[in-house]
């Protein structure tokens, strides 16, 4: 059984930063693109970013230059380094994997962690 955990979320001042972690259970994050989404009330979720397995980082527009995406393949685990934060990246943030292997489709995702941008 896969599992996702973020961890990190809070409350921090406009322009104030915050750092979340999601953790994967095994070596489930070895060789595969890695995501963070985010949902804020009454709206979409959307793609905040991305990382692939060779460390390459896509973003969202509304996020680049403030956000960062990190991998550590050792410890299984993907970051998201939030800098420069406003009111509107309040919102609950979620990791995702998903994946093919062979003709099936694997969609995991975390349980989400809320971060709050309010003074």
């Known amino acids: 059984q896969v599992q996702l955990v973020e961890s990190g979320g809070g409350l921090v001042q406009p322009g104030g930063s915050l750092r979340l972690s999601c953790a994967a259970s095994g070596s489930i994050l070895s060789g595969k693109d890695v995501g963070w989404y985010r949902q804020a009330p009454g709206k979409q979720r959307e793609l905040v970013g991305y990382?692939?397995?060779?460390?390459?980082?896509n973003y969202a527009d509304s996020v680049k230059g403030r956000f960062t995406i990190s991998r550590d393949t050792a410890k299984n685990t993907m970051d998201l380094q939030m800098n420069s934060l406003k009111p509107e990246d309040t919102a609950v943030y979620y990791c995702n994997l998903d994946f093919v292997l062979g003709a099936i489709r694997y969609d995991y995702w975390g349980q989400g962690t809320q971060v709050t941008v309010s003074s």
């Open positions: 990382i692939t397995s060779g460390g390459i980082t």
